[in-house]
T-cell receptor
Framework: KQEVTQIPAALSVPEGENLVLNCSFT??????LQWFRQDPGKGLTSLLL?????REQTSGRLNASLDKSSGRSTLYIAASQPGDSATYLC?????????FGTGTSLTVIP | NAGVTQTPKFQVLKTGQSMTLQCAQD?????MYWYRQDPGMGLRLIYY???????DKGEVPNGYNVSRLNKREFSLRLESAAPSQTSVYFC???????????FGQGTRLTVV
């Protein structure tokens, strides 16, 4: 069974700092990896999808990388803002389902 | 631009009661999913429907049933609610299996 781990569980940074969120998975036979954002009491918002054949994907201040062989993905957030405060979830896609980590709760301090 | 719509948003049930959670998507997606989210456990798959007319069990299907009513709608039924089913339930859809998923806003269910 695919196991997905996100470290750290919580992160607090001052506004303007660049930061990296980590996601690791145990089975490298994946289709895609998807990063989500979840605000308190809300649903999941898709941020980036990296296909298994890709190394990275960028959207605005966000850059996600994927290294299947080592079972790792990172989400890089540049020039963090207070509005980036949320929980970030990664999901490994395969076998007709998404396997989620428990997320990293990010707080950006003004 | 509705995307994935879930109803209701909140529900309180007594142990043993039944209810159906509704989910509809307007993106012409083939695949739909039901997840539950619990603190410290992440999201876990209850059931999924790879395409209209098919449903399959996920990681935690016990106590639940599903119906893929048509391409747009995928409902989740609790026949006899238990306190262990207190959770936040999310419906999601994707064009086909293993592609980008889009989630609804969730249903917060409390069983007392």
């Amino acid at each position: 069974k695919q196991e997905v781990t996100q470290i750290p569980a919580a992160l607090s940074v001052p506004e303007g700092e660049n930061l990296v969120l980590n996601c690791s998975f145990t089975d490298s036979a994946i289709y895609n990896l998807q990063w989500f954002r979840q605000d308190p009491g809300k649903g999941l918002t898709s941020l980036l999808l990296i296909q298994s054949s890709q190394r990275e994907q960028t959207s605005g201040r966000l850059n996600a990388s994927l290294d299947k062989s080592s079972g790792r993905s990172t989400l890089y957030i540049a020039a963090s803002q207070p509005g980036d405060s949320a929980t970030y979830l990664c999901a490994v896609v395969g076998g007709n389902q998404f396997y989620f980590g428990t997320g990293t709760s990010l707080t950006v301090i003004p | 631009n509705a995307g994935v719509t879930q109803t209701p948003k909140f529900q309180v049930l007594k142990t043993g009661q039944s209810m159906t959670l509704q989910c509809a998507q307007d993106m012409n997606h083939n695949s739909m999913y039901w997840y539950r989210q619990d603190p410290g456990m992440g999201l876990r798959l209850i059931y999924y429907s790879a395409s209209e007319g098919t449903t399959d069990k996920g990681e935690v299907p016990n106590g639940y049933n599903v119906s893929r009513l048509n391409k747009r709608e995928f409902s989740l039924r609790l026949e006899s609610a238990a306190p262990s089913q207190t959770s936040v339930y999310f419906c999601a859809s994707s064009v086909v299996a293993n592609t980008e998923a889009f989630f609804g806003q969730g249903t917060r269910l409390t069983v007392v």
